[in-house]
């Protein structure tokens, strides 16, 4: 299944189709995909990373000052590095998001896995990521790579996207259900 066409019909699936194409290229897919990994970690933790990436009051040097010095100090490899710069450059930090999620996508499409994001109340360990995998795996009949995220809001339960398909069995929802069904 070939799904660069459809990636590249936003800016951001642009960028990372030419980021893959590099790091395929180079034989780095892993190491940028870790990099990758840290920048976004870096964006949920950092209000001022945050700021920095999508604040049009921060010109060009600035944010490519900025944003060599977090990529040196997550210590993310020298092809993300000069990603980074060239985003910065072309003043489209605020596309990363997006872009580490195209990214993502197409890494896992060149390796036969796909991606299911993962919500749950508290974070999972490593015992029970890998028995989601499995089950992921036998239901959709191929290796499942999962992005996890932590969202208290969903009192307990987990909430699975996988592409358009959305598995939401969070205790929320299930009160919500609940209470519309009492309304009546």
Do not use: C, W
Request: no cysteine; proline share 2%.
């Amino acid at each position: 299944m070939d799904i660069s066409g459809g990636i590249q019909a936003s800016l951001a699936g642009r960028y990372a189709l030419a980021l893959f194409e590099l790091a395929r290229d180079s034989k780095q897919l892993d190491s940028v995909g870790q990099s990758l990994a840290k920048v976004k970690a870096a964006l949920e933790q950092s209000e001022d990373f945050r700021a920095l990436t999508t604040s049009p009051l921060v010109n060009r040097d600035a944010a490519a000052a900025a944003i060599k010095a977090v990529g040196e100090s997550l210590m993310v490899d020298p092809l993300t590095q000069n990603f980074l710069g060239v985003l910065a450059d072309n003043r489209r930090l605020a596309q990363i998001g997006g872009i580490i999620r195209a990214f993502t996508l197409l890494v896992s499409n060149h390796k036969g896995e796909t991606t299911a994001e993962v919500t749950s109340a508290h974070p999972l360990n490593d015992d029970q990521v890998a028995a989601l995998a499995a089950q992921l795996r036998t239901r959709v009949g191929r290796d499942v790579a999962i992005e996890l995220k932590v969202d208290p809001e969903i009192l307990g339960g987990l909430k699975v996207k996988l592409g358009s398909q959305l598995i939401d069995s969070s205790i929320r929802t299930r009160l919500n259900t609940l209470a519309q069904a009492m309304k009546g």
